[in-house]
């Protein structure tokens, strides 16, 4: 295996790829029951399993970027690709995302083996020129880099026999507003045994809190520094007063009549839409409490006889 590559390709990754690679994993590991990659397993262990899948997106001239990915099913008895499986999946991302190719294929290890080129052969009549994303699952607290690699393939000369061979390659992380969102949303998630949805609307307004706490005290600093700036302590600086003049005409009129106007309505609006759901529950306790009682009363009626219900 060479150590970098030379066709001066640039790749770009998503973070939607790592994501469903490595739930891809979680959810194999899981139901294999098998013991974590982090955790101290003996030597006697079998091997964590392997996943494969493809990764879709578009190139343009030199530049590949990777969007998505999608699994496929791996036959261990013939250590290939189910080939009809990924033609339909192949198919059917095709008519939602018709701009995007298949670029190649991915799996999960420490290191690319040598039956991996078998499997990158076999997606050349896809992509004469398919990339291989590696997730290595293995937990290093040390190491910073991503546990991502792509590799490519390239024809060497070995023993004066052309062969193929995997060869590394740079890649940069590239997102868009969503997918930034989404990882931000993935990354404050609460563990499932601790984080309740008291827990986390909690943590919620906590980080409210702590946003309007910041802007009220970069407010106060711009207002001392406009009191010293009238009162002659500080120069006057026009440009700073055009970008707080700029700043102030965003903010809503909020001492003008319509305004008090339309903040009143809005306010009785959700108070009344409060007191009719407090109204809507009392109700409904009402009638479950009803229910119970000629349920009950029911009964003692059969037994005593003759007596109608409460209600």
Not at 102 to 108: A, E, I
Not at 139 to 160: C, G, R, W, Y
Not at 179 to 203: C, F, M, N, W, Y
Not at 272 to 301: E, I, Q
Request: hydrophobic residues 35%; aromatic residues 8%.
């Amino acid at each position: 295996m060479a150590s970098s590559s030379s066709s001066n390709l640039t790749f770009k990754l998503h973070p939607l790829v790592m994501l469903n690679i490595s739930d891809h994993y979680t959810r194999v590991k899981s139901q294999s029951n098998g013991p974590c990659p982090h955790s101290n397993a003996d030597s006697s262990a079998p091997p964590p399993p392997r996943v494969f899948g493809c990764v879709i997106g578009v190139q343009r001239g030199r530049t590949v970027e990777i969007f998505n990915s999608f699994e496929l099913l791996f036959h261990d008895s013939t250590h290939s690709l189910d080939r009809a499986f990924l033609l339909k999946k192949q198919e059917l991302y095709k008519k939602v995302f018709p701009n995007f190719y298949v670029l190649g294929w991915y799996s999960t290890g420490s290191d690319a083996e040598e039956s991996d080129m078998i499997i990158h052969k076999s997606l050349m009549d896809i992509n004469e020129s398919p990339v291989f994303v590696l997730l290595n699952p293995s937990v290093n607290h040390t190491q910073k880099d991503l546990p991502i690699t792509i590799f490519e393939s390239e024809l060497h000369i070995i023993d004066a026999i052309p062969q193929l061979i995997f060869v590394r390659s740079s890649y940069s992380i590239e997102t868009v507003e969503a997918e930034r969102i989404s990882v931000d949303h993935v990354a404050h998630l609460k563990p499932s045994d601790g984080g309740s949805a008291a827990t986390q609307l909690a943590a919620h307004l906590t980080g409210t809190h702590s946003a309007i706490k910041m802007l009220n005290s970069r407010i106060r600093v711009l207002h001392h520094y406009l009191l010293a700036m009238e009162k002659g302590d500080m120069p006057c600086e026009n440009s700073l007063l055009r970008q707080v003049s700029s700043l102030l005409r965003r903010l809503p009129t909020i001492e003008s009549v319509k305004f008090q106007d339309d903040f009143l309505m809005d306010y009785n609006d959700t108070l009344l839409v409060s007191y009719l759901a407090m109204f809507t529950n009392c109700s409904s306790s009402m009638n479950d409490l009803v229910d119970k009682f000629n349920t009950a009363y029911d009964r003692n009626s059969r037994r005593g006889g003759g007596r109608t219900a409460f209600i």
